[in-house]
């Protein structure tokens, strides 16, 4: 019996173009991400798409419960449009469930060429599987089991469970952001969440060599290859960050050390993402969790860009982000306890609301440009695919 993974996806607003283009990255992303499995040609019919399982169905499953646009799978037995063999598969499927109890039939028939209508499919399909079964009782209301059967064109899909999976939007569908990685909880969560609504990430991680240590850069590095599961591979971009942040410490009043240390950070994400062709900066931030989380510190270090910074965790709560970092599996590298290039010069007492004039002054001390471009000329690029 030929039998498939039956993918549902899509957004109520899809129309037109956009469905097209929904669909040809969804279809890319999904050969992506089970593409060193047995090939395979994924089918594409009435805003449904099918791939078809061989004795591999779990591991199918796994991959696609990580591609961002499905909203749910199920694993359907198709059969020729025919009651007698519908019937047949049907029984199988139910047959499979071990233990009994009650079930109904449900059946949709988007193809009206077939002679029987919905109800009287189910009606026949229930009464069969009532008589060649033991163990198993109707139950329209509550049943425990539905056996769905759906009649299209192509054939019958016969299914009893339906999976949920992450919704969203394929990723590339929504424009390219650049990521700053940290190797903290909140950003890989961040990022994720970009990516659920379709952007391609790439990562910029700001890098303090000797003041952080090699591991800081391979854990960070373990965390772009953690997210890159859920979206193909990913660019990530190593700033050396270390004589910026001795630039700063050297010059600056300490209480300006974050707020100015970020406008940096902004400076080179503003430059990479010209260079990237990225569209938006994201963090990891999160309204107040600390010094420059404010309204105040974050106006003042947007200033340097014009770009568009999201923070999708902007109300999200610690537990909250942990809760993510634990579902997406980021969890457990985050709290690997090696240093961050942000917690190392944190001075005693930041500006908690900085304010622009005051902060301008402050940086005429450096050379912004020089330093810009010296770090940028030492920033290593990665490639780097789930593995
Ligand atoms: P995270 O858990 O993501 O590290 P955090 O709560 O520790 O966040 P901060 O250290 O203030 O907060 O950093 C805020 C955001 O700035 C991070 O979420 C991340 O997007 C960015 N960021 C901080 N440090 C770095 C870094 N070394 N490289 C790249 N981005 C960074
Ligand atoms: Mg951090």
């Not at 033991?134 to 054939?155: A, C, F, K």
Request: glycine letters at 8%; a positive charge; proline letters at 5%.
């Amino acid at each position: 019996m030929r039998k498939v993974l039956l993918i549902r996806y899509g957004e109520i607003s899809l129309k037109g173009k956009n469905r097209h283009q929904f669909e040809n990255r969804l279809m890319q992303n999904m050969k992506g991400s089970i593409g060193d499995l047995a090939p395979r040609r994924i089918e594409l019919a009435y805003g449904r798409m099918y791939i078809p399982i061989l004795d591999d169905a779990e591991a199918v499953i796994e991959r696609v419960k990580k591609v961002f646009g499905i909203v749910s799978v199920s694993v359907a037995s198709v059969s020729k449009l025919d009651l007698d063999a519908i019937c047949s598969v049907a029984l199988k499927q139910l047959n499979d469930i071990t233990g009994g109890g009650s079930f109904k039939v449900e059946t949709q028939r988007p193809n009206k060429n077939f002679p029987l209508k919905s109800p009287q499919v189910s009606r026949e399909a229930g009464g069969y599987l009532l008589e060649k079964t033991e163990g198993w009782s109707v139950d329209v209301h509550h049943p425990d089991v539905v056996v769905n059967i759906e009649l299209r064109s192509e054939g019958a899909y016969v299914y009893t469970e339906k999976i949920p999976c992450l919704g969203g939007l394929p990723v590339g569908t929504t424009g390219r952001g650049l990521l700053l990685l940290s190797g903290g909880i909140d950003s890989p969560v961040a990022g994720w969440m970009g990516m659920k609504r379709g952007l391609e990430i790439i990562g910029l991680h700001f890098y303090s060599f000797p003041f952080t240590s090699e591991r800081s850069k391979e854990k960070v590095i373990d965390l772009a290859q953690k997210i890159s599961t859920y979206g193909g591979p990913i660019k990530l971009y190593i700033n050396h960050f270390t004589e910026i942040q001795k630039a700063i410490r050297k010059h600056c009043p300490e209480q300006y050390y974050v707020t100015i240390m970020r406008r940096m950070m902004f400076r080179i994400a503003d430059t990479i993402c010209g260079q990237a062709q990225a569209k938006a900066i994201l963090t990891g931030e999160s309204l107040g969790q600390v010094a420059s989380q404010t309204l105040e510190s974050m106006a003042v270090i947007n200033e340097v860009t014009k770009i568009p910074v999201l923070r999708p965790l902007i109300t999200f709560d610690k537990l909250e982000i942990i809760e993510y970092a634990k579902k997406i599996d980021t969890y457990e590298l985050s709290i690997l306890p090696y240093e961050d290039c942000c917690t190392i010069f944190v001075p005693k007492h930041p500006a908690i609301r900085p304010k622009l004039g005051p902060v301008q002054e402050a940086e005429q001390a450096l050379d912004i440009e020089k330093l810009i471009a010296e770090s940028l000329e030492k920033t290593e690029v990665l490639e780097l695919s789930p593995r």
